[in-house]
């Protein structure tokens, strides 16, 4: 968790020096491939090509280990701990580790 939230700041601190940024989500890619490599076409000014669908199941043995971890009653104290010491940190970023559905576009990603 420390890592991925390391890298997010990185890259918001870093997205203020760039002329041009589009932000593109795993989520998105995997569940509407298509029109999300659309955007990634326009932005670069290229014809788009046809792309074979992703797994819109990509993450679901990560979220499956996740659900364990909050039910599991040996387990149930850690999964607290770490929704209570991340949980407002990776909200910044468009996400909940108590909604594993949730994603959505932060502010500061527009450019």
């Not at 039910?71 to 910044?92: C, G, I, P, W």
């Given at each position: 968790m420390e890592h991925w939230l390391h890298c997010h700041r990185l890259f918001q601190q870093d997205s203020s020096h760039l002329g041009r940024l589009l932000v593109i989500k795993y989520e998105d890619l995997i569940q509407s491939t298509e029109p999300t490599l659309g955007q990634v076409y326009r932005f670069l000014g290229l014809t788009p090509h046809v792309s074979a669908p992703l797994n819109p199941a990509?993450?679901?043995?990560?979220?499956?280990?996740?659900?364990?971890?909050?039910?599991?009653?040996?387990?149930?104290?850690?999964?607290?701990?770490?929704?209570?010491?991340?949980?407002?940190?990776?909200?910044?970023?468009?996400?909940?580790?108590?909604?594993?559905?949730?994603?959505?576009?932060?502010?500061?990603f527009a450019h």
């Open positions: 990509g993450n679901e043995r990560y979220f499956s280990d996740w659900r364990k971890l909050s039910d599991e009653t040996n387990s149930r104290a850690v999964f607290h701990r770490l929704v209570e010491k991340y949980e407002q940190d990776v909200q910044l970023y468009g996400y909940s580790l108590t909604d594993l559905r949730k994603c959505s576009r932060v502010a500061w």
